[in-house]
């Protein structure tokens, strides 16, 4: 099976008052962090920047397709729907996440994208689940691009994954990375505090 990866990476950060995507964690940026957990299973890793595009594409060293949401302002259903308009069309699903999730652990990149028991796969939709919780990155067919790129601007991303209930795969996984969310500098301080 074959994914593409979509890291979105153009908020303004305006919590943090720095861009997220720049900030380190184990001793690299968030975004390198997110496109060397990808790039081992999904090709492209596509990257959506936006706010501070230049300064944030400046201070990454891994490679990735690097497009940019004009319109990011727009909000996050603008630059998810930018970067599958760069997705390969022969690609079976692409695996997406925020850049402000970087404690991801990388079996659980495994877990979306492995059949499971050696068996084929046929849902829409997979997230992950860590003690009954939600996270990221989440799979999704490349059947259901169609649907997100329709989306009006006052939509969510959620709208479709909400349609396709019962099609939708939960892995649990055990990794409380998937809930690692780093909005603001009191998360981001705890987190580091978490990684001494």
Known sequence: MSAAGLI?????????????????????TFLDAAIGLMERRCSPVIVVLGSAAEQVRAGVKRQAAFVVNSGWQGG???????GLRAAPPQADGVLFT????PAVAPDTM??????????????LL??????GRRGHPIWFSSSLIPEFLALPE???AKDVVHLHAAETL??????PGILVDID???SYRALMGEAQ
């Open 184 to 186: 603001d500098p009191a």
């Open 98 to 101: 925020l850049v402000d999730h």
């Open 170 to 175: 939960f892995v649990d996984v055990d990794d």
């Open 110 to 123: 495994a877990a979306l994208l492995g059949p499971p028991d050696g068996g084929p796969r046929t849902e």
């Open 154 to 156: 006052d939509g969510a």
């Open 8 to 28: 979105l990476a153009a908020g303004e950060s305006r919590r943090m008052g720095y861009p997220k995507a720049l900030l380190e964690y184990r001793g690299v």
């Open 126 to 131: 997979r997230i992950p689940r860590y003690r």
């Open 76 to 82: 996050q259903l603008t630059s998810m729907q930018c």
